[in-house]
């Protein structure tokens, strides 16, 4: 069955730096991969979606990579600022195609 | 992007109660899905919430602690029955939107349920 794991559970950076984020997966290649945002209490909010094709997203302040040799995205987030702290979640759809599979999540604080 | 609404947004209940989650959808969505969150877990998917038919349970789920209704394409409702401490957790109700890009989860605000 798939495995997605993002690699740290926490992760602490001071305002203004750049913070990444990993989703490693296995025994699948997605055609896809999502990231999401989730702060307490409230439901994830998707950000950004990368084919397989695609080496890299970006959107505002956020950028997206996808390695499928590596089986592996990375989530950056430039000029982190203190309202980016949340839960990010990295997702790929079941290797049947019906559902999403969520990681665990990074937790990231950032403090000014 | 579809607005989900769920009711009720929290609740605590007692042991070997039954409690029914409703989540409505804006617009007319094929499917919807309904997700678990267990405290400091990620998301895991309890059923596909199929409209006229059986929901499809997810490996772990069974339709009788879990019954699930779906009568049209803005609605579904998700029933947690004989409830235990063990299902205290968040429910999610979330909808795909099949872009150009590929599928993705709108999710509602879910349903905090402390079983006591």
């Known amino acids: 069955s798939q495995k997605i794991e993002q690699n740290s559970e926490a992760l602490n950076i001071q305002e203004g730096k750049t913070a990444t984020l990993t989703c490693n997966y296995t025994n699948y290649s997605p055609a896809y991969l999502q990231w999401y945002r989730q702060d307490p209490g409230r439901g994830p909010v998707f950000l950004l979606l990368i084919r397989e094709n695609e080496k890299e997203k970006r959107k505002e302040r956020l950028k997206v990579t996808f390695d499928t040799t590596l089986k592996q995205s990375l989530f950056h987030i430039t000029a982190s600022q203190p309202a980016d702290s949340a839960t990010y979640l990295c997702a790929l759809l079941n290797q049947a195609g019906t559902a999403l599979i969520f990681g665990k999540g990074t937790t990231l604080s950032v403090s000014s | 992007s579809a607005v989900i609404s769920q009711k009720p947004s929290r609740d605590i209940c007692q042991r070997g109660t039954s409690l029914t989650i409703q989540c409505q959808v804006d617009?007319?969505?094929?499917?919807m899905f309904w997700y678990r969150q267990q405290p400091g877990q990620s998301l895991t998917l309890i059923a596909t919430a199929n409209q006229g038919s059986e929901a499809t349970y997810e490996s772990g789920f069974v339709i009788d602690k879990f019954p699930i209704s779906r009568p049209n394409l803005t609605f579904s409702t998700l029933t947690v029955s004989n409830m235990s401490p063990e299902d205290s957790s968040i429910y999610l109700c979330s909808v795909e939107d099949v872009g150009f890009s590929g599928n993705t989860i709108y999710f509602g605000e879910g349903s905090w349920l402390t079983v006591v």
């Open positions: 617009s007319q969505v094929t499917m």
